[in-house]
Every structure is written in structure tokens, then in C-alpha cells.
């Protein structure tokens, strides 16, 4: 129940600072979200005010986002946690608001590290964020491309684009192929019942 508090209290944190996600949000209230995560579910509902708070009602939920553990390991790989490893079910337009609200939601950390640390030392830390953050990318990019290239040209698991044309290309010759015999052994039979 901590970490869930903890949850709860930054994404407060963070609407306060998204008025516009907030007041999309408050077009939802009172509806009810269940998180099935690998570690348990996870039920809130959204406020009249447009907050996000733990539920412990009786009612069905309106939507419910079931995670699987592989989401972080697609998160590693497409850089962004898309639909693999997440299956949503329910009020699809509110999963749809929802993704949208998220995209809108603002949290400006360094303002948040300069209250700790001061402006410099916050400054210099979402600098090394940012950096961190465009190294994993082109870390991620790499990661990818090297892992394709070893499953395509290493391991022979994966087919290039080049070996699928020419698969491709070969089967179409086969076809064609096959066809033309078909015709031969048709108008041979035909020939032979003629005579």
C-alpha cells in the first residue's frame, strides 16, 4: 500500500503542475481504473477534481489495463511502452482520453531538484538527465540494430529483406513453373483423347 501512496502523491504532484491533463481528467470523475500488474492490482478512481486516488468500492471498474512483465523489456526495445505487453479492456474512448491526458501531462523536475539542491546544482542535474536520456536512445538504437544483424546474418533466426525477395521471387518462378506444366499435361491429355 506504501509504494501505491507514493505513486498516488507524485502524480498529484505532477497534475498540479498539468492543469490541462487535470481538467481532462475531471470530464472522467468517479470513474474507476484497475492496474493488473504483475505485482497485484492496482485500483483508483479519478476525483471530482480531477486527481487520482486508491479505490476501495464495490463497483466494476470502467477500464482495466492488464500489464504482463515482458512491458519493460518492450519498453527496452521500442523505446516506449506501446501495446505489447498491455491489453486494455473496457470504455475504450476513455482508454483512448487517457492516453491522450498522459501525453499532456508536464512535470518539470528541475524546478523540483532546485527546491532541494538549488538552481545551479538542479540545472546540472537535468542536464545529466537529458544526456543520460539521449544515451540510452542511442543505446537503445544500437542494442536494436546489433541484435537484428546478429539474428539476421549471425544466428540465420531472422530472414534479411533481401532473402525474402529472393524466396519470394523463387516461388513465383515455382508457380509459374508448375502452371505451365499444368497447361502441357492438359493439352497433352487433350491431345490424346483427340486422336
Known sequence: MLPLMMILRFL??????SPGAREALEKH????????APLGPIVVYI???GFVEPYTGGDQPSLIIKVTPDVALNWLKE???????????????????????IGMLDWDYEE???KIFGDVIAHRLGEMLRG?????SGARESMKSSVSDYLSEESRLLVTPVGVEMFTRGVD???DGVNRLEKRVS???RMRRDS
Request: proline residues 0%; contains cysteine; negative net charge.
Open 29 to 36: 470523475s468517479r470513474k474507476v481504473i484497475c492496474v493488473e
Open 132 to 136: 543520460f536520456g539521449r544515451w540510452m
Open 187 to 189: 493439352e497433352m491429355t
Open 79 to 101: 523505446g516506449e511502452i506501446a501495446s505489447k505487453g498491455v491489453r486494455i479492456e473496457g470504455d475504450a474512448q476513455f482508454a483512448s482520453d487517457l492516453s491522450r491526458i
Open 173 to 175: 518462378e515455382v508457380s
Open 12 to 17: 498529484r504532484h505532477v497534475l498540479t503542475g
Open 112 to 114: 523540483d531538484m532546485a
Open 47 to 49: 476525483t471530482d477534481d
